[in-house]
Nanobody, 125 residues
């Protein structure tokens, strides 16, 4: 059974940093692209970032480009999201997810097969 477990969320001030982690089990982690999504209250879940299975390619939503960095450690079955210069609009539940993407990076939420339970990030201005 596949499990994705996020951690690292919390409450911070605007301008602060947080590092989210997501550890996977029950799947061959090194062959799955991994993404981060977020959902703010009253809004739809949205794409944040994705990293290819090898870690060589990544993509970001325009709203986080230059502030967030996605990375992975395949030896530890873990994907990270380093979030710097946080803004109040970054407040959301953050989810990691896995997608099989042999043809390249995928942003579409519908394509992701495995999901974590989410971790809350709250940024106060």
């Amino acid at each position: 059974q596949v499990q994705l477990v996020e951690s690292g969320g919390g409450s911070v001030q605007a301008g602060d940093s947080l590092r989210l982690s997501c550890t996977a089990s029950g799947l061959v982690f090194r062959i799955w692209d991994m993404g981060w999504f977020r959902q703010a209250p009253g809004k739809e879940r949205e794409f944040v970032a994705v990293v290819s299975y090898s870690g060589s390619t990544s993509d970001y939503a325009d709203s986080v480009k230059g502030r967030f960095t996605i990375s992975r450690d395949n030896a530890k079955n873990t994907v990270f999201l380093q979030m710097n210069t946080l803004k109040s609009e970054d407040t959301a539940v953050y989810y990691c997810a896995g997608v099989w993407a042999p043809k390249g990076i995928i942003r579409k939420i519908e394509e992701y097969k495995y999901w974590g339970q989410g971790t809350q990030v709250t940024v106060s201005s």
